[in-house]
């Protein structure tokens, strides 16, 4: 079984700011970890994905995520914010890459200027 | 990346009817597409993976007679929510698995059923 947990349903920085979404996930097997980023009523855009090798994974928009095994985390850092970046948040976790993923509840982030 | 398309985005009907939602990978084909449901302010949970071929795969508490799958070719997924109710009032969100990964999410289509 996989789980994923996001601690912060909402997250609020201001313009230029780091930008800290926090992801943990459980697993059976080695995962396989995404960030995904939703705007209103719309689909969900990949920002960036972890499968083997490099744990520092570099996304779209500036975004980047560290895979670190031992505190079974996934967190999505932004050094800037900025207003576009407003939008919810998801990781999700799957056995492959890709496809059947379960999915965290979802960070809302907010951007204040 | 990828592109995968849905249709309708949108979509109101009357309870009792059927609505039928299209899943298309545009540019490249999928065996594979999967179906997600997302309620307002949660999260999506996968309702079914879709086969090219053959049967869906159902995940447990969705009723395969209610939510019809047919992927009958590789780059079209259909989802028919049979008599619906204003309960099935959802976004539905479709994704179409790349050869050799990763899965591109559609647009979603907002189902409201009054």
């Known amino acids: 079984a996989q789980s994923v947990t996001q601690l912060g349903s909402h997250v609020s920085v201001s313009e230029g700011a780091l930008v800290l979404l926090r992801c943990n996930y459980s697993?059976?097997?080695?995962?396989?970890l995404f960030w995904y980023v939703q705007y209103p009523n719309q689909g969900l855009q990949l920002l960036l994905k972890?499968?083997?090798?490099?744990?520092l994974v570099k996304g779209i928009n500036g975004f980047e995520a560290e895979f670190k095994k031992s505190e079974t985390s996934f967190h999505l850092t932004k050094p800037s914010a900025h207003m576009s970046d407003a939008a919810e948040y998801f990781c999700?976790?799957?056995?492959?890459?890709?496809?059947?993923?379960?999915f965290g509840d979802g960070t809302t982030l907010t951007v204040k200027p | 990346g990828a592109v995968v398309s849905q249709h309708p985005s949108w979509v109101i009907c009357k309870s009792g009817t059927s609505v039928k939602i299209e899943c298309r990978s545009l540019?490249?084909?999928?065996?594979?597409m999967f179906w997600y449901r997302q309620f307002p302010k949660q999260s999506l949970m996968l309702m079914a993976t879709?086969?090219?071929?053959?049967?869906?795969?159902?995940e447990q508490g969705v009723e395969k007679d209610k939510f019809l799958i047919n992927h009958a070719s590789l780059t079209l997924s259909t989802l028919t929510v049979t008599s619906a109710h204003p309960e099935d009032s959802s976004f539905y969100i479709c994704?179409?698995?790349?050869?050799?990964?990763?899965?591109?999410f559609g647009p979603g289509t907002r189902l409201l059923v009054l």
């Open positions: 994704s179409a698995l790349e050869p050799g990964g990763p899965a591109y």
């Open positions: 697993s059976s097997v080695p995962p396989y």
């Open positions: 972890y499968t083997t090798g490099a744990t």
């Open positions: 999700a976790v799957s056995r492959t890459n890709a496809g059947k993923s379960t």
């Open positions: 540019d490249f084909q999928a065996t594979t």
């Open positions: 879709s086969n090219e071929g053959s049967k869906a795969t159902y």
